[in-house]
């Protein structure tokens, strides 16, 4: 039988691998950047300009107000009060057929409107590889992958923490996301180019997995960088630190249930009322919603199945109304 914790750790492993979210680049407005530009941690102001002027097209806000609600003066002075923007930085890129380019490792970020870059760091999270390019059992790879699923997750968990907690600039940003990427590829993302596009001039290189006969196999992009805006949603992340939770301090027992399954005896309805079973029952329940609305018989021996079980255990009520599915109270 399959233990407790490693259900849990496969149940939060696909919950991480739905945040590996795919960026594209091409149809939404976005900006490319110089890395060694973007190692100052700043954007230039026109391309800063240009992402902001995006989303307030986006936000629609009337004539003489900015998306947030304030009217900007004639020289912009408002500007500096402005809320940042939630953006995505693409450090490595592979350029599509059809044009524009997706992600192949991105980092999340603030912009501030004067153009300064705040990263956005988090355990398997930021920076990331887009789960679609991480190759796992059971699941088709697209044209060009980076590597291999678990080895993103044993580099998250082992290395990348720590780096997480001392980045403190942007470059530094970059240079864990770099790690990263080298970590998973089992190279670097200019070796990891040139491999790809025939240029590898170290034989003993072995060339990224890619299938020419799927689209998506054009040249990959390192020395420029793409930002745009994204605002990511972390509607998982409750769960996430319960599996967390879990892993620290081990599984309750309900929830060790729930996974093993029932091992004991099961306890027959109209017997909890043999013997003394009814008045120990009434002692752990001596009230109902009122004199006038008594419990039934069936929705008395609900409560009591309930209040004589053990911690984990689960009780199932089932059957026509008044038989205690949802009338009494603890």
Same mark, same amino acid.
């Given at each position: 039988? *399959?233990?407790?914790?490693?259900?849990?750790?496969?149940?939060?492993?696909?919950?991480?691998?739905?945040?590996?979210?795919?960026?594209?680049?091409?149809?939404?407005?976005?900006?490319?950047?110089?890395? =060694?530009?973007?190692? =100052?941690?700043?954007?230039?102001?026109?391309?800063?300009?240009?992402?902001?002027?995006? +989303?307030? /097209?986006?936000?629609?806000?009337?004539?003489?107000?900015?998306?947030? $609600?304030?009217?900007?003066?004639?020289?912009? %002075?408002? /500007?500096?009060?402005?809320?940042?923007?939630?953006?995505?930085?693409?450090?490595?890129?592979?350029?599509?057929?059809?044009?524009?380019?997706?992600?192949?490792?991105?980092?999340?970020?603030?912009?501030?409107?004067?153009?300064?870059?705040?990263?956005?760091?988090?355990?398997?999270?930021?920076?990331?590889?887009?789960?679609?390019?991480?190759?796992?059992?059971?699941?088709?790879?697209?044209?060009?992958?980076?590597?291999?699923?678990?080895?993103?997750?044993?580099?998250?968990?082992?290395?990348?923490? %720590?780096?997480? =907690?001392?980045?403190?600039?942007?470059?530094?940003?970059? /240079?864990?996301?770099?790690?990263?990427? %080298?970590?998973?590829?089992?190279?670097?993302?200019?070796?990891?180019?040139?491999?790809?596009? $025939?240029?590898?001039?170290?034989?003993?290189? *072995?060339?990224?997995?890619?299938?020419?006969?799927?689209?998506?196999?054009?040249?990959?992009?390192?020395?420029?960088?793409?930002?745009?805006?994204?605002?990511?949603?972390?509607?998982?992340?409750?769960?996430?630190?319960?599996? /967390? +939770?879990?892993?620290?301090?081990?599984?309750?027992?309900?929830?060790?249930?729930?996974?093993?399954?029932?091992? $004991?005896?099961?306890?027959?309805?109209?017997?909890? +009322?043999?013997?003394?079973?009814?008045?120990?029952?009434?002692?752990?329940?001596?009230? =109902?919603?009122?004199?006038?609305?008594?419990?039934?018989?069936?929705?008395?021996?609900?409560?009591?199945?309930?209040?004589?079980?053990?911690? $984990?255990?689960?009780?199932? *009520?089932?059957?026509?109304?008044?038989?205690?599915?949802?009338?009494?109270?603890?």
């Amino acid at each position: 039988m *399959v233990e407790t914790a490693a259900i849990t750790d496969y149940l939060a492993r696909a919950l991480q691998r739905g945040r590996l979210d795919e960026v594209a680049f091409g149809d939404d407005p976005y900006v490319a950047v110089p890395r =060694s530009l973007l190692r =100052s941690g700043y954007l230039p102001e026109e391309q800063t300009q240009t992402l902001f002027d995006a +989303h307030d /097209d986006v936000a629609a806000p009337s004539d003489g107000e900015s998306s947030d $609600g304030a009217t900007d003066g004639e020289d912009g %002075a408002d /500007d500096k009060d402005r809320p940042p923007l939630s953006v995505v930085v693409s450090t490595v890129s592979l350029e599509l057929p059809g044009g524009g380019h997706t992600g192949l490792l991105l980092l999340e970020a603030k912009l501030f409107p004067d153009g300064r870059l705040e990263p956005v760091l988090e355990t398997a999270s930021s920076p990331w590889i887009p789960s679609e390019r991480l190759s796992s059992p059971m699941i088709g790879d697209w044209a060009v992958m980076v590597g291999d699923l678990d080895a993103f997750w044993a580099f998250s968990r082992q290395q990348l923490g %720590a780096g997480v =907690s001392q980045t403190t600039s942007f470059a530094g940003a970059l /240079d864990l996301a770099d790690s990263l990427f %080298a970590a998973v590829a089992g190279r670097s993302a200019a070796d990891f180019a040139a491999a790809l596009s $025939g240029n590898d001039q170290d034989s003993g290189n *072995v060339s990224p997995p890619v299938r020419p006969d799927m689209p998506g196999s054009g040249r990959v992009e390192h020395d420029l960088c793409f930002v745009r805006e994204l605002d990511r949603v972390n509607a998982v992340g409750p769960l996430l630190d319960l599996y /967390d +939770h879990v892993a620290d301090h081990g599984a309750p027992p309900l929830l060790e249930r729930m996974c093993q399954g029932w091992s $004991g005896a099961r306890i027959a309805e109209r017997a909890i +009322h043999e013997g003394e079973g009814l008045y120990e029952a009434m002692k752990l329940s001596c009230g =109902s919603m009122s004199d006038g609305f008594p419990l039934t018989p069936s929705q008395r021996r609900a409560v009591h199945a309930f209040l004589s079980g053990e911690e $984990g255990d689960v009780t199932a *009520v089932s059957g026509p109304p008044g038989t205690g599915k949802t009338m009494w109270r603890i």
